[in-house]
């Protein structure tokens, strides 16, 4: 079992930065491929931004490239996404997650963290 747990969100205005965290616990961190996801009222969820187990390959939305950067430190067995230039459109609830395997599907899923951007 793998418990995540974010923290970062809050409400800023457009433009501004906010920096998620997910620390997680219960499992080799290092072992981990980790994602962050998002949710807006009324829409799917998406996928922002993923990271690989050794961090080398990353993967993002094309709406946040250049603006949001996911990355991780394996001592702190914690992830971030650091969001900069944010707009109205970002708000959503923001979840961590994580999985074991690349062929997995994420299965593990932090509570989320609100993330609201005003104009």
């Known amino acids: 079992q793998v418990q995540l747990v974010e923290s970062g969100g809050g409400l800023v205005q457009a433009g501004d930065s906010l920096r998620l965290s997910c620390a997680a616990s219960?499992?080799?961190?290092?072992?981990?491929?980790m994602g962050w996801f998002r949710q807006a009222p009324g829409k799917e969820r998406e996928t922002v931004a993923r990271i690989r187990w050794s961090g080398l390959v990353r993967y993002y939305q094309d709406s946040v490239k250049g603006r949001f950067t996911i990355s991780r430190d394996n001592a702190k067995n914690t992830v971030y996404l650091q969001m900069n230039s944010l707009k109205p459109e970002d708000t959503a609830v923001y979840y961590c997650?994580?999985?074991?395997?690349?062929?997995?599907?994420?299965?593990?899923w932090g509570q989320g963290t609100q993330v609201t951007v005003s104009s």
């Open positions: 997650a994580a999985k074991a395997s690349t062929r997995d599907s994420y299965n593990y």
């Open positions: 219960g499992r080799t961190f290092n072992s981990l491929d």
